[in-house]
């Protein structure tokens, strides 16, 4: 730190307490990558350090390694600091996965599309095609299977789509 702010800090007695939260900054190192992403050190306070989960669950299991956390935060800040962690609800965004890659990317047939003679037209047909056909690769990736009446990717365990079972109940009135 420099020397400017550490005399700073000495001057308003923080000096201490600005030290005393590097602990925050440690706890993403003792908990590992994968729980550092469902939690995040928020406060120490009074020897208390409040860190945010992602759930319930991961507060559960962490309840349970508590004590070795503990033990593991005052080891690395080389006194006592942390005597008890406490575990609250906090709000963590899920990265948005596309469940389909670049590479499935399905190749366009341009021959349907010559018969317009407007380039952006035509553009915007070509985007809607291939956007559609990433929608239908992706559903049928997590278990969709297409309709054998009229072709349509739908969920469901039925062999044709509710549009076409709905057709078919008005074609036998």
């Known amino acids: 730190m420099m020397n400017w702010v550490r005399e700073i ?41 409040t860190v945010e989960v992602s759930s319930p669950i991961v507060s559960q299991e962490l309840n349970l390694l508590k004590e070795n956390y503990i033990a593991l935060l005052n080891e690395r800040m080389a006194r ?17 996965i596309p469940l389909v890659s670049a590479e499935d990317n399905l ?5 349907f599309l010559t018969d317009i003679d407007d380039a952006h037209l035509r553009d915007s047909f070509n985007s809607l095609y291939k956007t559609q056909r990433r929608r239908e690769t ?36």
């Not at 190749?107 to 021959?111: H, I, Q």
Request: glycine letters at 8%; proline letters at 5%.
């Open 9 to 49: 800090l000495k001057n308003y007695n923080l000096e201490k307490e600005f030290l005393d939260q590097q602990v925050l900054l440690f706890w993403s190192d003792i908990v590992g990558e994968h729980l550092a992403h469902m939690t995040r050190a928020t406060r120490l306070s009074n020897g208390t350090l």
């Open 138 to 173: 992706a559903m049928l990736k997590a278990g969709a299977h297409r309709c054998e009446r009229c072709g349509v990717v739908f969920f469901g365990n039925d062999k044709i789509c509710p549009g076409c079972q709905f057709d078919e109940i008005a074609d036998k009135q």
């Open 107 to 111: 190749p366009v047939d341009d021959l």
């Open 80 to 96: 006592v600091i942390v005597q008890r962690i406490r575990f609250v609800p906090g709000k963590f965004p899920r990265p948005r």
